[in-house]
DNA sequence: GGTGTTACTATACGATAGTTCAGCAAGGAA
DNA sequence: TTCCTTGCTGAACTATCGTATAGTAACACC
């Protein structure tokens, strides 16, 4: 009855990183940044340390890979067209979708905000990305302004608006029971009414 | 010419751990969850690594004492009375003050919320201290609708306010340049301005 | 001024961190 | 079938983690 180590069939380098990435943001819901080691990770994918190093050179080259994958994943989120629904009303439901708003992706998405603040590598990809997230909100509150006839100062509104959503994502982070997605919902209709129309 | 490495002067239990809290601020500030250890703080505090865990019995004990001072310190300066202020408009002007609005304290901030999420020590002590928190905002918006003979949903309000808050906080601690006083002051006002009247 | 309490130091300890690297083996190419 | 590339393993390595604890010395008290 001896357990043979079956060891783990070849996989593409593109799906090898994909299940690591996986693995990686699974053990920083479970345990923060603290949670994110050489060991915990592999032992999450099923497979040896070592194999890490050979797909992403560091952690932080790991790290770094799920935080643009996560924002990639993010961004088309807000960007997919939803039939029946005007722009910014798609992204409302995007901000607020499972997909989105889910207990552990926020979790996640506010440990990887504490590296950026401090990690350099990390921060450098987050400038890259960050832009094209406002960009997307800005445009889509321009488009409901011109639409209602109401001039705005989109940018403007956009920062707030993103503030608005990123203190969502730290309120449920910690407490999901407080803030569910209708009472993020609403929050944001009530907010976006005066400036961009009902 | 030897060095004598000279022993540091007893303290009182309370002004060592302050200053040790301190230490723990500054390790945080400069390299979140992942600076603060045993070495780095007890470097930072000028003593020796054995009083952290003899003031505070192991370091998730010290992490709660600085998470909970700072919680102390932000509702303090919330409540603390303006002179020529009304209490929102006093609300507002502390949460956009050098005390709170600073960039090290707000990467603590962010830092410690991802703990919460995690840390079940933490995130007991969170409990007790976010209800006060929330308490004395709704009384504020409350209050300011009552002057203004406006009937709103004070907790509603006050929830989204928080969010909005823990947005700036979030854009500040990772891009400060992005997130000044001014915006902040600025998006708080009109955030307020259509529930409790200019 | 002796004595007791305790703030404080310093070292030891086992656990675990991230990285390196020699070697194994899976699977396509010839 | 044989060869060769390379995905993958697993142990070794050094550094650092948090905690425990024996020993030292400063200060309050009688």
């Not at 593109?14 to 693995?23: F, N, P, V, Y």
């Not at 552990?104 to 450098?124: C, F, M, Q, S, Y």
Request: aromatic fraction near 6%; charged fraction near 25%.
């Amino acid at each position: 009855m001896a357990e043979v180590p079956r060891r783990n069939a070849r996989l593409s380098p593109a799906d090898r990183r994909a299940l690591l990435e996986d693995a990686a943001r699974a053990c920083i819901a479970r345990g923060g940044i603290r949670g994110f080691t050489v060991d915990k990770v592999a032992a999450e994918a099923g497979v040896s340390r070592g194999l890490i190093t050979h797909h992403f050179g560091s952690m932080d080259g790991l790290l770094v890979a799920v935080y643009a994958r996560m924002y990639r994943e993010w961004i088309a989120a807000i960007e997919a067209p939803r039939p029946g629904l005007t722009r910014i009303a798609a992204l409302v439901e995007a901000l607020v979708s499972p997909e989105i708003f889910d207990h552990d992706v926020l979790k996640i998405w506010l440990t990887l905000w504490g590296e950026v603040a401090t990690n350099p590598v990390l921060r450098e990809e987050h400038r890259k990305l960050y832009g094209t997230y406002r960009a997307a909100i800005v445009a889509a509150l321009a488009e409901a302004a011109a639409a209602n006839g109401r001039p705005i100062d989109a940018e403007t509104v956009a920062a707030a608006f993103i503030c608005l959503v990123d203190g969502f994502g730290v309120q449920r982070s910690v407490e999901p029971a407080l803030m569910t997605e209708a009472d993020a919902r609403a929050a944001c209709r009530t907010f976006l009414r005066p400036h961009v129309g009902a």
